[in-house]
């Protein structure tokens, strides 16, 4: 797609490093004040994207647009400085010399000096640290730190903010403030912006679309909703957080069958093999001496439980559960999908149901049931899903 | 750039591969064989010794605690601003036969009491520990605090006792860190005559001084500075056996074990040794200059000042040839990543690592050679060769050569917080690129600048071997003025440009204390002076591993 008015627009971009593609032709268009989560394992190209839409880093091809100006590609190369992108980087890269006002001010110099005193109390509320102005950076928390490379990248108002890693350097609490508390800034702002990790509840998140990326190629861009229901590999169903895979039968109709019950309806392929992809949270179950999976593992994490089950086919699946059921460790159970949720199918590690084009509540699809692999029936909730 | 820096060591080393034999079969049978004991003697007197020292008071001020703890923790660095040539003859005045010493000692005991030589080795290493230890002890401080606490945890877990898990576990870790502070000392030890030669000991550089200076033997000078080189070249490998196959220290946090107190007499033994050895080594001879200042009514006014401009004329001259050359190499290793770049880097440091000695004869067959081979190179009627001891020039090579690392070490530092990200958040934030050099470098670099200076300026005004050596006739510094006077057992006029020379020695070690003081900054200071001595060639980079 290419939309008019895109605040920043990649078309097919790419950067070699020696015989190997860092970016191999990526191409992603952003709405104007849109948050894109850039997500992948390192060495995955994304921080590559970065410094190329930055300008620090020349790409050997494709067209880097922001807003209506083309500033790389189509024979036109526009210098760092003059892109009016701002850039927040890992190590935050304050400069040490500088006060926390001269750090921020250090992008305003062509305004006029009260003009900036002024822009710099600006972002300085922005980010809630007003009282912080007149210190050095190094008398400075880390997450303090972080807060002022924001403001510092958001003073002359860039058009667009890159975000390389920001959050990885602080301790897991701090982290999943100052995300919030980012999200709320650039929201403020207005800004676009685009944020490298590889944390997933991170890129989940932040963005207002996510795109995962492996060998320098996106191989899903979407809601992070959808990226994490509806992953189109095992890869990013994997890479999004903790997915157990279930081996799925063809019983020669439009269904399959699996050890949690049947999915479908759905055109089945006559080859490869299929796996059912079950999230944590999806999976439900129930002590019942005649079930057919052993809980082998519990974890008890203070807000959920983490049990692990060993299915009788050998599978061994994770369940978060609440905290107030106690399941011994031995207890036969009956595991199923909970309500309502459709798990994706994969053939051969590619997703072929449910399909994207359309929301599966949309296309009325069923979820599986209950029902053990021996037909013998399930809660009544369950039934009453299937009978649907 | 490089190669003018390494010259006078390849001159050197290129005479050591054609000796002259009747120059040592000659030596051979006269003073050769007591030089040679002597040096390695000495050496291996003070190599102990500063080490026996420096580690223990290291330990006891990290380890325990006791009266006057924090203070001693820093005072200790002091003696580093006395030279060992001051102390030195203050030591003998002191305790020789006619000093205060032995004469209230005959006084109470009669005629004949019983007091040892004092113009001995033992003498010479006693003062050259004191004045040299510091070395050691900032060095093992260094190492107690970045990487003591986690092993000396582990190993006090797997059941050793407090000195069993330092002994075990800690000094292992400090062991290469240990060994170039130690290769430092001998290597000053090597550079020194003027101290040796109060307390009659023939070392192998005071022959070097001896030939030249007395003989005006520029040939057999040479002959002997090989010498020299080869005993440098031996701690040099003396050290890379102490090291094994470890590597340099780590920067890590900045902490260390929680100091137990030391209880009874015990706490008084500790508070009463580093008393001793920080007046022994600096409260005392301070002060017996002081008292000098006062009684010497010969020295005048003129005469102190025309010393004094001579000294801060060749210091000031000195640090800026040093930072200008260091500002080439630094920038330079940056700037390209060239393999020739980083070995030419590498191999500027060496000046540092060798006897001023041998740097200083180094730098006397390089002009000869280079007069020879451009004879109509001349300035005022005087030849390339004569022009090296006639003017300045050698004298600033020689230093240059041999300062040069302590410019970069500090250079180094202060470009290390200029980082490619901070660069680019600039670039990001609008700067073009003279921007960033005007407000991003300069201004991380002036520190760095200012304290490569001081450091040059400082060395060079102590400094007495090579001056010594090269200086052209008559251009005395407050140095060569305190060695004439001691020469003529004129002591009592030395306090004025003894104390000057030890003031301002004082002045880095001060900031340098200070650094240390104020936690979370990086100690510039004490990487500059301890570094240049642990990168020598062959082991500067990450995690290289030493030895070959």
Known sequence: MNLAGAALSLQGLHKHFGPTAAVGGVSVDLAAGEHLALIGPSGCGKSTMLLMIAGLLAPDGGVVR???????????????????????????????????AANIAFGLNRLPRRDQAARVSEVLALVGLEALSGRYPHELSSGQQQRIALAR?????????????????????????????????????????VLVTHDH??????????????????????????????????????????????????????????????????????????????????????????????????????????????LDSGTRLVSRRDPDVAYPLGTRVRPRLAEGKVPALFCDGRRIWPRTESRPEQEGLRGPGTAPPGGSPGRPGGVRVQAE | ????????????????????????????????????????????????????????LAWLVSAYRFPGRTLFRFALVLPLAMPGYVLGYIFLTTFSFAGPVQSTLRDWFGADAWFPEVRTMAGASLVLCLTLYPYVYVLALTALQEQGLRTWQVARTLGHGRIRAARRAVLPGARPTLAAALALVMMEVLTDFATVQYFNVNTVSL?????????????????????????????????????????????????????????????????????????????????????WVEIGGQVTARQYLEHLSKSGLLAGLAAVSCLVVGLMVTSGSRLSGGRATRWATRAVLIGYTLPGTVVAIGVLVVFKVTGDLMPGVTWQGRSLAVLGTTTLLGVLYAYTVRFVPLTTATLDASLEKVTPSVVMAARTLGARPGRILARIHAPLVRSGMMAALLLVFVHTLQEISVVLLLRPFGFDTLSVWVWDLTANSAWEQTGLPALTIVAVALVPVILMIRAGTTSGRTPVWERALVEPAMTTPGNRGAGQIGGT
């Open chain 1, 66 to 100: 922001i807003g209506d100006r083309t500033v790389s590609g189509d024979g036109a190369w526009v210098e760092p400085e003059r892109r009016r992108v701002g850039m927040v980087f890992q190590d935050y890269a304050l400069f040490p010399h500088l006060t926390v």
């Open chain 1, 153 to 193: 990248s958001l003073a002359p108002a860039p058009d667009v903010i890159l975000l390389d890693e920001p959050f990885s350097n602080l301790d897991r609490a701090l982290r999943d403030t100052l995300r919030t508390e980012t999200k709320a800034v650039l929201r403020r702002a207005g800004a676009t912006a």
């Open chain 1, 201 to 310: 509840s991170e890129a989940l998140g932040f963005g207002d679309r996510v795109a995962v990326m492996r060998g320098g190629r996106v191989l899903q861009i979407g809601s992070p909703q959808e990226v994490f229901e509806l992953p189109e590999d095992l890869f990013v169903a994997g890479f999004l957080g903790a997915a157990d895979f279930l081996a799925a039968r063809r019983t020669g109709g439009d269904t399959v069958d699996s050890d949690l019950g049947p999915v479908g309806p759905l055109s089945v392929p006559a080859e490869g093999e299929l796996a059912l992809m079950v999230r944590p949270h999806d999976l439900i179950f129930e002590a019942d001496e005649k079930g057919w999976a052993t809980v082998s593992s519990r974890e008890y994490q203070g807000v959920s439980t983490i049990y692990e089950l060993t």
């Open chain 2, 1 to 56: 750039m490089a190669g003018l820096i390494i010259a006078p060591v390849v001159a050197i080393a290129s005479e050591a591969l054609t000796p002259s034999l009747d120059f040592w079969r000659d030596q051979w049978s006269t003073r050769l064989p007591n030089m040679v004991t002597s040096t390695l003697g000495l050496l291996v007197l003070v190599g102990v010794g500063t080490l026996a020292l420096g580690v223990s």
């Open chain 2, 207 to 291: 022959g070097v001084f001896n030939i030249l200076k007395g003989r005006a033997d520029r040939a057999a000078a040479t002959e002997l500075a090989t010498l020299v080189l080869v005993f440098a070249l031996a701690v040099i490998a003396v050290e890379r056996a102490l090291r094994g196959r470890a590597r340099f220290h780590q920067r890590g946090a900045r902490q260390f074990l929680e100091p137990v107190s030391l209880q009874g007499g015990r706490r008084w033994a500790a508070t009463g040794l580093c008393l001793g050895v920080l007046t022994a080594g600096f409260v005392f001879p301070v002060l017996r200059l002081v008292t």
